[in-house]
């Protein structure tokens, strides 16, 4: 098992930072601050992860180990979007749907945007393929995955 840490690195297909909080192995936090943080190593197996989907191969992250502490309305939505295979997309109403919640509901579809709002984890809970609602993941950097999977 990999120590806990913060760890980031640069990719160039992103043109920008990705950077990990990683806990028991498990990735807990995902952010993309502008500069890899003097503090954070660069070299972790999920790093790693990230890169191999960055050029095509999901498969690292889809089966890496992830740390969710959320309220339990925002796991539901979350694990569903979890469902969302590479390369597809949903709607806000779809993602209710798939969570179990009603998406003809004002309510549940606030539920469902709080919740991608709130994703700790982009990337590898892929709020980007959600097209009509605005995840964790900064626009520019959505752009780029969406792109990077087509």
Excluded: K
Aim: hydrophobic share 40%; aromatic share 4%.
């Amino acid at each position: 098992m990999s120590p806990a840490g913060i760890y980031a690195r640069r990719f160039d297909s992103l043109d920008g930072v990705v950077q990990l909080g990683v806990a028991g192995g498990r990735v807990i936090d995902v952010s993309f601050p502008e500069e890899v943080p003097a503090d954070a190593e660069t070299d972790h197996e999920l790093l790693d992860a990230v890169e191999a989907y960055l050029h095509g191969d999901p498969t690292p992250v889809e089966r890496a180990e992830i740390g969710l502490t959320v309220p339990t309305d925002q796991r539901d939505v979350l694990e569903a979007l979890d469902s969302v295979a590479t390369g597809s997309t949903v709607t806000v109403s779809r993602l209710a749907r798939l969570a179990g919640l009603d998406p003809s509901d004002d309510d549940d579809l606030e539920a469902v945007r709080d919740a991608l709002r709130a994703n700790p984890i982009p990337i590898f809970l892929p709020d980007h393929r959600v097209r009509d609602g605005q995840g964790a993941t900064p626009p520019r950097i959505a752009a780029a995955l969406r792109r990077l999977e087509n």
